[in-house]
Each structure stands twice: as structure tokens, then as C-alpha cells.
């Protein structure tokens, strides 16, 4: 679709109106497939043309993932965008929506369904051009040595690229998850991250300098907690975990039994940690010892067991790019397997609602014949 620009000619690859009754939006469309990556200088001639033709936004779809929902995964001109607004979509993300519609919630128009059937089958073919995330940038590997020699800096200039595309790794992983489920599943953020995702940006790369690790949460619908997500670049694990609060009654090997109950199918691997009540760390172990030896995770203290943190964990893998001994796939894999081993198993825990006492239960002495009435007043009795 052409339009003239000055004395150019610029090419979007489309246009899309929408119209509700009096009401009207119009968007420009550019798309990108494979590795192709959207351009700030395309973006803003065709912010330029939007804004002489009274358009409303520009949407881009593409496989890049921006690190924060909202984002754009392109820097542009701000002047730019006084009149025009800017969205994007990945291709994974819409993928995504077309699974969940179709698969989960369903399409009542069969010919509806077939379409989204043929576009769901085309995005999902190798040769479609809407990848996965596929990769963790030229940055990765420096980085993730920096951190081992122990010489990683703030002002380091992969950092910036390395936090993002964890962040956008995280996104990826909670979106093929939630293709499965039929569910939104989406990142954790705190509210200050979530109004800046400069804040959140800070903070990984404070804390993989400090730490040697980055952290992200995924929130599952209906699952007992979100899911923390940890990469540990210098113990070289990609950790996944699910906390639960204990029962609130029993004795503690009761409240571990439990848990242990619910994990009737999970493997030996898994790591449990028995919280105290006043405490923010407790005794671990791997679950395969504690269901020969409930006891080992009853607190030294003396203290009842307030919480529980189950614990998924697999080799770190150090590639930049997928497959075999990639980070990406370490990072993917642990996220579906705590949340097929954990996430699903685990229950809140409900106290047993009281039972009635039988009207005909009548409390007597020893020696004290049954059928006597009592002379006793009780609750029961009237004052007259």
C-alpha cells in the first residue's frame, strides 16, 4: 500500500479500519517474519504518514517480544507519537490467542474455526517465518562469563541487553505455557515496574551483578502461588518454585505429610523447604529423602511450620541460541516441568468443617444409667 511521503514513497504492508457505529479506528500494519527486526526510521516515516492521513495508531507485529507488556519493542521519536499511538504484537503472542480461542474457549462459526485452524497450522509450520524466541543476543555470553569471573559492572554495555531479553524470555516462556493451559499466564511486576519498566531494568542488573542471578514470577490462574523464576548464572541452575502455606493444625510431621500427598507423582529431585512460623528460611531437602524421613524437615526450633516452598531445578544451559545446552531451553524447561510436577498438584489447604453432635448424645457420669433424663439446665433448656 503506497503513500507519498515529501517527495518518497514509503510501503506499509497494510492498513485496518475498524467501525462500531459512528466510531472509527484506523491503524497502519508492518510486519516482520524470521529474524527480520523492525526499523526506528520506517517506523517514524510511517508515523509521519499516519499523522497526515489522520490515522490513529501504527501496529507492528513481528517476532520480537518487549521485555514489559505495553512496551514497544522499537525506540522511536516521542514527538511522534503526540498524535499517532504505537502497538505491537509477536507473532508468539498471537499465536497464542488463536490457540487459546480455538482449542479452549472455542468458535461457534465453522467456517470462523476452519480459518483460525489454517492460521494457527500455518504459524506453527517451521517455514512461516513467526519464530520462537530463538535467541539471547550477542551480549549473552560475555555477560555470563563477566559474572563468573566475578568482573561483571553495572555500567557494563551488554547488560541493558541481557536483562531485557530475560525479561522477554520470560514472556515467551509464559505464553507457550499458556497455550497449553488455555490460560493468560503473565509476568509478576510490582507496580513501580510495571509504570516504568526502567525501574524493573535497574533492578535484574543491581542484582545479577551483586548476586550472579536474575529472578522473574509468573502468575497462573488458579495454580497455589505464582511461580519465581530463578537463573543463577555462577551455581550454573535454572530454578523454578511454588510456595503454599501449611495446614494450620496437626502436628508438624502431619502438616509435611500433607504436602507430601499432593506430590504422590512428582520426582525424587524436587526440593522442599519447611518454613517456620517468625522465620524466613527453613530446613530443605530433596523430596525423594523426605518422604522416607518426614521428620528431617521439622524445625529445630521447636516452632510450628508456617509455609512451604517446593523447588524444581535443571542445569543451566550456556548457549545463546535454542536446542541442546541453551539457556533459553533451560529456562523453558523448568517452567513447564514445575508447573506439570507442582503448579497442578498442589491445594490450598481447608480446615474439616465441624460435624453436628447427635441430638440423642446425652453425656452421663460413670455408673450413671443412659435412659435417665438430667437434671442439669443447659443451653437447650427454656426458662419456663
Known amino acids: 500500500m503506497p503513500f507519498t511521503l515529501g517527495e518518497r514513497k514509503v510501503f506499509p504492508d497494510g492498513l485496518i479500519r475498524v467501525r ?30 499516519a499523522r497526515e492521513h489522520g490515522f490513529d495508531a501504527l501496529l507492528t507485529i513481528s517476532n520480537e ?21 504505537l502497538h505491537h504484537y509477536s507473532w508468539s503472542e498471537i499465536l497464542t490467542a488463536a490457540v487459546v480461542q480455538k482449542e479452549h474457549r472455542g468458535v461457534a462459526d465453522p467456517d470462523q474455526a476452519w480459518i483460525l485452524g489454517e492460521l494457527i497450522r500455518y504459524l506453527e509450520h517451521p517455514k512461516s517465518g513467526a519464530l520462537s524466541f530463538e535467541d539471547m543476543g550477542q551480549s549473552w555470553v560475555p555477560i555470563r562469563e563477566a559474572v563468573a569471573a566475578g568482573t561483571l559492572r553495572t555500567n557494563d554495555a551488554g547488560l541493558p541487553e541481557v536483562v531485557s531479553r530475560f525479561d522477554a524470555l520470560i514472556r515467551f516462556a509464559g505464553l507457550k505455557l499458556g497455550r ?39 502468575r497462573i490462574p488458579g495454580a497455589i502461588s505464582d511461580l519465581t523464576v530463578v537463573a543463577d548464572l555462577r551455581a550454573g541452575l535454572v530454578t ?18 500433607w504436602l507430601l ?26 523430596l525423594g529423602t523426605v518422604r522416607d524421613n518426614p521428620a ?3 524445625p529445630e526450633s521447636g516452632r510450628e511450620i508456617k509455609s512451604f516452598t517446593v523447588t524444581k ?5 550456556s548457549k545463546r541460541g535454542t536446542g541442546r545446552g541453551s539457556f533459553i531451553d533451560s529456562v523453558v524447561t523448568v517452567i513447564e516441568a514445575a508447573y506439570g510436577e507442582i503448579g497442578q498438584s498442589i491445594k490450598a489447604w481447608a480446615a474439616t468443617p465441624p460435624k453436628l453432635r447427635p441430638t440423642d448424645a446425652v453425656e452421663t457420669e460413670p455408673g450413671i444409667d443412659r435412659s435417665l433424663a438430667s437434671a442439669a439446665l443447659s443451653s437447650q433448656d427454656n426458662d419456663d
Open 313 to 317: 531445578s535443571v542445569p543451566m544451559g
Open 296 to 298: 528431617l524437615l521439622v
Open 20 to 49: 462500531r457505529g459512528q466510531k472509527s479506528w484506523t491503524a497502519l500494519i508492518e510486519v516482520k517474519t524470521s529474524t527480520n527486526a523492525l526499523e526506528p526510521t520506517q517506523l517514524e516515516d510511517y508515523l509521519d504518514v
Open 180 to 218: 497449553q493451559l488455555g490460560s493468560e499466564v503473565l509476568p509478576v511486576l510490582s507496580r513501580a515496574e510495571s509504570s516504568d519498566p526502567r525501574v524493573r531494568s535497574s533492578r535484574m542488573a543491581t542484582e545479577l551483578v551483586k548476586d550472579g542471578h536474575v529472578t522473574a514470577g509468573l
Open 240 to 257: 523454578a518454585a511454588f510456595s503454599v502455606e501449611a495446614p494450620k493444625e496437626g502436628k508438624p510431621t502431619t502438616r509435611i505429610n
Open 65 to 85: 517480544i518487549p521485555a514489559a507488556i505495553g512496551t514497544h519493542p522499537t525506540s522511536v521519536d516521542k514527538r511522534k507519537l503526540r498524535k499517532v499511538s
Open 261 to 286: 500427598r499432593q506430590l504422590r507423582s512428582a520426582s525424587d529431585s524436587l526440593r522442599i523447604e519447611a518454613i517456620p512460623v517468625r522465620s524466613s528460611t527453613g530446613a530443605a531437602e530433596l
